[in-house]
């Protein structure tokens, strides 16, 4: 979330600096395990700018970058609709499920609130449905990109060396000819890598290895279904990474993997880390699931599977075994595809879109009655 919003806001600022648009921002920038003493200063600072920019007619629309900023719309909601302000979040999926009872007692007087609603995905709007937004007030829009993040993929040979390098290879070492499979995101059991471990890694043959960057509270499981399997020769740990290790994990790797589990009111909004993937050139193997459904279209930058079937994350991967021919072109349509279709020039111009119509209109959008993202597709965030 805290990237979506900084990549939207360089793309908005770049326009600004062009002279297309006339934008300004209220950023919150700090580090992740001080952010929750610095929010409740930076929403009073921004309610008091908002609310002066509103009286002296200096803004049109506000967007909001998550369902925590857009609560400044409640308080804010009769100053700013007797000046004429609109108001839109973006929202990407676990600020509105987060299972805290005066939380989601809060959520539907959010929407009350706003004018428009951007949900990330499908899945993200049918959770506001489900919490009282409106079918009028939604747009799916979807995540975005940044294409220079990471350098080009190089071929398979060179990429694994460079893996190895990055990370210092000790046992398990990537394998030379033999697949390698990762995973990245924080360790939480929506994620799926426990089950993966157990269910489907034992299946697979000794040549197909798997990395795993990121910690969280899931760790103990796997490593306890890494020992339970006897696996600790082919699945490797990574724990936290900085950003060139990361570059280095997805172009060396082969596939990547998002196994993701169902859980009660922990859902996977939109799925970025499968768009930093692709835009490696690493094509994905992932689970037919809530807001994973907007990331991957089935046979372009990879495949969708039956969630918690072992069989069916067997045979994908199975399938690019001994193929580097259709391992390369699979490559190439990832990558290609994730440029062409999330890059942020092209995400940008969809929200600059919705919040024209929203200003000049004086209404939301026009319903987003299929739910189906743009074909391509913060203010205070």
Known sequence: MQRVALKLHETLEARADANALDYDALLLRSAWRTVHLKTPLFLARAGWQIARAARQNAVDVVLFSSMVTASLAVPLQGLLRRHGVRTAAIVHGLDVTTPFPPYQWFVPKVFGALDAVLPV??????????????????????????????????????????????VEASPPSPPPDGLLLCSVGRQVERKGTAWFVDAVMPRLPADVHYWVAGDGPELDTIEAAIARHDLAPRVRLLGRIPNDTLGALYRGADLFVMPNVPVEDDMEGFGIVLLEAGQCGTPAVAARLEGIQDVIADGVNGHLVAPQSPDAFVDAIAAYRNDSEALDAAAQRALHHTEDTFGWPAVADTYLSVLRTLWRQGTPPAPDTTGRPPAHSHAAG
């Open 121 to 166: 995905s499908r899945a993200t709007r049918q959770a506001c449905l489900d919490r009282g937004a409106a079918p009028t007030q939604l747009r799916v829009v979807p995540n975005g990109i940044d294409t220079d993040r990471f350098e080009a993929p190089a071929d398979r040979a060179t990429a694994r060396r460079a893996l190895a390098a990055s």
